[in-house]
Nanobody, 118 residues
Framework: QVQLVESGGGLVQAGGSLRLSCAAS????????MGWYRQAPGKQRELVAT???????NYADSVKGRFTISRDYVKSTLYLQMNSLKPEDTDVYYC????????????WGLGTQVTVSS
């Protein structure tokens, strides 16, 4: 079973930066796409950013211009660089990876807490 382990969350002041990491237990070449999602209490999990194996990126409108998703194939790690953080970015952030067919090969980390103080 593929394991994804997030790290890098914590407490940061508004306007600050944080970099999240997602270490995969196998080569990320094997995934069609990887991404970051976030979920606040009482709300649905929402997409933050994704990147395909081919390098195509997609961002939620709320984070465009502030967050950057990237990969390190050598380290089998996915990153989310978060700049200009806002209190509304406070959430548990989850790493996701999948390969076709996604119904059978969809993997999630346990999440890392990001708290942005005002």
């Amino acid at each position: 079973q593929v394991q994804l382990v997030e790290s890098g969350g914590g407490l940061v002041q508004a306007g600050g930066s944080l970099r999240l990491s997602c270490a995969a237990s196998e080569s990320i070449f094997s995934f069609n796409s990887m991404g970051w999602y976030r979920q606040a209490p009482g709300k649905q999990r929402e997409l933050v950013a994704t990147i395909t194996n081919g390098g195509t990126t997609n961002y939620a409108d709320s984070v465009k211009g502030r967050f950057t998703i990237s990969r390190d194939y050598v380290k089998s790690t996915l990153y989310l660089q978060m700049n200009s953080l806002k209190p509304e970015d406070t959430d548990v952030y989850y790493c996701n990876a999948y390969r076709s067919p996604r119904q059978l090969y969809d993997y999630w980390g346990l999440g890392t807490q990001v708290t942005v103080s005002s």
